[in-house]
């Protein structure tokens, strides 16, 4: 089975501040993938980063960063820098290539500004 | 229009309606996706269409019936809701001919059923 945990139910910070949400996910599987979305108040979910299994090297996008560790099954994302357009609810998603996501309950990220 | 449109972005109903949401995607994917979002709940995928097929339904219960007539329109039909079925509905697309593929969403059609 697969489960992606997210334990961080809501964080706020203070802008500028660097935040790290947090997952942690489970699979037997050798081959799997990794993503991040962003859900702003909008709704709709926007696509952030996707990672393969064998690609464990860290990954920075301006202000956005993420770690990917097997040995600890994580895949965290760092926002440095935070500000108020970040506040948003932060998913993880884990898959094996096939259609199915299975997706984390979401980190509810608050940037007080 | 670019990306995943969803249609209504929000809908009232009684619990013996019947309406149907509808999704259309621009990007040229071949795979398109309902799940529902439920407050305090993880997103549960509810159907999967891959070259218009039907390859996943999550045991959702009948009163929730799909269809996707092409590879850029997918539709939602509802009747006979239950309360506990208000949630926000979200469409997603992606290619169907690559592994791990991103999904990318739509707006999402808040619903609450009186």
């Known amino acids: 089975a697969q489960k992606v945990t997210q334990a961080q139910t809501e964080i706020s910070v203070v802008e500028k501040e660097d935040v790290t949400l947090d997952c942690v996910y489970e699979t037997r599987d050798t081959t799997y993938y990794l993503f991040w979305y962003k859900q702003p108040p909008s709704g709709e979910l926007v696509f952030l980063i996707r990672r393969n299994s064998f690609d464990e090297q860290n990954e920075i996008s301006g202000r956005y960063s993420w770690n990917f560790q097997k040995s600890t099954s994580s895949f965290n994302f760092t926002i440095t820098a935070s500000q108020v357009v970040d506040s948003a609810v932060y998913f993880c998603?884990?898959?094996?290539?096939?259609?199915?996501?299975?997706f984390g309950t979401g980190t509810r990220l608050t940037i007080i500004p | 229009e670019t990306g995943v449109t969803q249609t209504p972005r929000h809908l009232v109903m009684g619990m013996t309606n019947k309406k149907s949401l509808k999704c259309e995607q621009h990007l040229g994917h071949n795979a398109m996706y309902w799940y529902k979002q439920s407050a305090k709940k993880p997103l549960e995928l509810m159907f999967v269409?891959?070259?218009?097929?039907?390859?996943e339904n999550n045991s959702v219960p009948s009163r929730f019936s799909p269809e996707c007539p092409n590879s850029s329109h997918l539709f939602l039909h509802l009747h006979t809701l239950q309360p506990e079925d208000s949630a926000l509905y979200l469409c997603?697309?992606?290619?169907?001919?690559?592994?791990?593929?991103?999904?990318?969403f739509g707006p999402g059609t808040r619903l609450t059923v009186l």
């Open positions: 998603a884990l898959s094996f290539g096939n259609e199915k996501l299975t």
């Open positions: 997603a697309s992606s290619r169907a001919d690559r592994m791990g593929n991103e999904q990318f």
């Open positions: 269409y891959s070259l218009e097929e039907r390859v």
